[in-house]
């Protein structure tokens, strides 16, 4: 099962690496703070830069759950478990576990959410090429081309959240 917990902003890698470290393979599978690829432009020229999709949230696998719980008690750049309720919490729901996958699998070489490439046509009409925006037209709220930012809706862990997804311009008007 996959959970998110909350930990202190600027923390995340740092508590990702410690817990992967501390806790044995049994017990923690898997540890990783979603990233995605943008473009960013600065001393005039475009940059690719990595940056934390949900700043402030580690995400974790585990099929020991109690067991791995007593273990996050002694981490203490753990803010909160989310979901918690008494003394254990509930895992993310597996429509959430699908769109996470469908972010991140569209791109084999990355290990996040890559770039989505899109063209721009003579009518301004903008059409999603190739990328994790591929499939997810339909949550597109709006398409910044001067900032190359893709601001996607989505429902998330009970919650509406807006997703900033880097876009490249693979042909022009």
């Not at 690829?37 to 580690?58: D, S």
């Not at 099929?63 to 803010?79: A, C, F, I, S």
């Not at 991140?104 to 063209?119: A, F, L, R």
């Not at 591929?134 to 597109?140: F, S």
Request: positive net charge; proline residues 4%.
């Amino acid at each position: 099962m996959w959970y998110v917990m909350q930990v202190m902003s600027g923390w995340e890698g740092k508590c990702a690496m410690m817990l992967e470290r501390n806790i044995p393979d049994e017990i923690l599978e898997k540890c990783f703070v979603p990233m995605r690829r943008m473009k960013k432009k600065y001393h005039g020229k475009w940059h690719e830069v990595t940056e934390k999709i949900f700043p402030g949230y580690v995400f974790w696998v585990s099929g020991q759950p109690r067991v791995l719980y007593d273990e996050l008690k002694n981490v203490p750049m753990l803010t909160k478990l989310l979901g918690s309720c008494e003394e254990y919490f509930t895992p993310l729901s597996q429509k959430d576990v699908r769109f996470l996958h469908r972010l991140q699998n569209m791109e084999s070489k990355s290990d996040g959410v890559g770039i989505s490439k899109v063209s721009v046509g003579e009518d301004s009409h903008i059409r999603i090429i190739a990328g994790p925006l591929k499939n997810l037209e339909g949550q597109i709220r709006k398409i910044n081309l001067h900032k190359r930012i893709a601001l996607v809706e989505a429902d998330f862990m009970g919650n509406r959240a807006l997703l900033h997804l880097g876009i490249e311009i693979v042909e022009g008007k």
